[in-house]
């Protein structure tokens, strides 16, 4: 196969952000079609090249057919959407019906994702175990943050044992997830503003205790992630990907705002621009390294197939 349709099928795959399976066939199957279409050309009197360059014009740009591509690949079905959005079930009932109050409620929930997550990880089925992926990594925050109450000369096991094994979890949890997609690590940090924002609600105020202000704000504690659940669905059924982003960035600041309004100033305005700002940044961030290292990727494409100019 000439170069130009190397270059050609390389600038395909970088911008196609499929899972790996899913992208080996494509690649291979669009190859196929383009040899073919070569072969035809070459039969009609064409020179090799002449057909190569005129096959890649008929296809159109290579970002635009990888779009195209994508969008007849990026559609879940009904139950890979379910299936994402039942963490956020699981929490939302869990303060709907004041299950917080007893242990074994949350015992059993956590128990349920992080064997959820494993298995979805295990079978790299990024479209549905990301928002799994996510909560699962709530226990190791709250282990970590737990390590602060330690008596006094045993904070450094925190430093020494915990924290470098914390963040080699979180690590790879998240360098492998926008390894296939940056968009699923934006759907896996989704609920981090809204939990954060409730916590600041009812973990930061010194007024009101905690349990008061969970008993007043419980039910819409829940709604929210019930929002949040009602946005992963239509984002796994959405097609076009900056829909997809749209709906996840639009819901998560809406509830940031429902928070400020529904708690009276108990959120104060410094917490939600901060929060907005965190809001923004598990959009951006994402993008911006999945950017770079795409840009990394097609040079060293463009390094093995250098122009024959």
Sequence with gaps: MSTIIDQYLDSVKSNLRLDDREEKEVISELATHIEDEVQDLKKNGLKEEEAANTCIKLLGSAKNLARLIYESHSQGTWRQAIMASLPHVLFGLIFILNSWRGIVPLIIALIAILITASYGWSRGQSRWSAPWLGYSLLPVVAAGLALLYLPKGWDWLAVLIYVPLALRLIFRVVSQT????????SLMLLPMPAIIAW?????WNGRVS???????????????FLALAFAVISFVRI???RWKIAILFITGSTIL??????THGHLTSTHFLLLL?????????????????RFGKRGKNYQSHPSSD
Aim: glycine share 6%.
């Design 239 to 241: 097609r076009r990907r």
């Design 210 to 224: 905690v349990q008061r202000l969970l008993d007043s704000y419980g039910p819409w504690i829940g709604l929210s």
């Design 199 to 203: 916590f600041a609600v009812t973990g």
């Design 277 to 293: 700002l965190l809001q923004t940044s598990i959009f951006l961030v994402p993008a911006f390294l999945d950017s770079n290292a």
């Design 257 to 262: 705002v429902l928070v400020a309004s529904y």
């Design 178 to 185: 926008i390894k296939k997609d940056w968009i699923y690590l």
